[in-house]
């Protein structure tokens, strides 16, 4: 069973950078048939993918265009895991943040708790 | 930006009855060389992540029970629970992945006992 658990602070100073760490269970981050995806929930907003990861005999990553000046998401081979930075943090980034594998079906099937992080100073 | 536009906003059901929520695309997520909708269905309870209920608009995922049910092809697609349970009460999600990676989400479905 997939296993994803997010680590990372819940408060962010405006200006700042959003750091969180998905780590991997079950899975590889290296897998061939796999997508590593950072996905946010607000209530202005609602869910809106941000970024992914993946490996295809080499690493690709993906990036919503809201976001795609401000996001880098880099996979981590040794810890089994990826994170997500996203610079220059506002207001509007106040979200629960989740990690989620896509998986042969090409759908989010298993999800990180998730992390309510807040931007304020 | 494919939009997904559910409906009701909310629902109220009496238990053991039929609950229907009815999801939009506006443009088709049937990919025609694989004859597959490109289109999920997620349960959200508070406090949780999004649980993935339904892909290919009707194949139900694993341990999903078959009270749950996907249907519709094209732009049109209809998540029916058979007989409501008080364990189904949360929010619904109908998701596209046509336009993969930047996949999108409909605004939810909020369903309770009536």
């Known amino acids: 069973q997939v296993q994803l658990q997010q680590s990372g602070p819940g408060l962010v100073k405006p200006s700042q950078t959003l750091s969180l760490t998905c780590a991997i269970s079950?899975?590889?981050?290296?897998?061939?048939?796999?997508?590593w995806n950072w996905i946010r929930q607000s209530p202005s907003r609602g869910l809106e993918w941000l970024g992914r990861t993946y490996y295809r005999s080499k690493w690709y990553n993906d990036y919503a265009v809201s976001v795609k000046s401000r996001i880098t998401i880099n996979p981590d081979t040794s810890k089994n895991q990826f994170s997500l930075q996203l610079n220059s943090v506002t207001s509007e980034d106040t979200a629960v943040y989740y990690c989620?594998?896509?998986?042969?079906?090409?759908?989010?099937?298993?999800w990180g708790q998730g992390t309510l992080v807040t931007v304020s100073s | 930006d494919i939009v997904m536009t559910q409906s009701p906003d909310s629902l109220a059901v009496s238990l053991g009855e039929r609950a229907t929520i009815n999801c939009k695309s506006s443009q088709s997520v049937l990919y025609s060389s694989s004859n597959k909708n490109y289109l999920a269905w997620y349960q959200q309870k508070p406090g949780q992540p999004p649980k993935l209920l339904i892909y290919?608009?009707?194949a139900r995922a694993s341990g999903v029970p078959d009270r749950f049910s996907g249907s519709g092809s094209g732009t049109d697609f209809t998540l029916t629970i058979s007989s409501l349970q008080a364990e189904d009460v949360a929010v619904y999600y109908c998701?596209?992945?046509?336009?993969?990676?930047?996949?999108?989400f409909g605004q939810g479905t909020k369903l309770e006992i009536k």
């Open positions: 079950g899975d590889s981050v290296s897998s061939n048939s796999a997508a």
């Open positions: 290919w608009a009707s």
């Open positions: 998701q596209q992945y046509y336009s993969t990676p930047r996949s999108t």
């Open positions: 989620a594998r896509m998986g042969g079906a090409a759908c989010y099937d298993f």
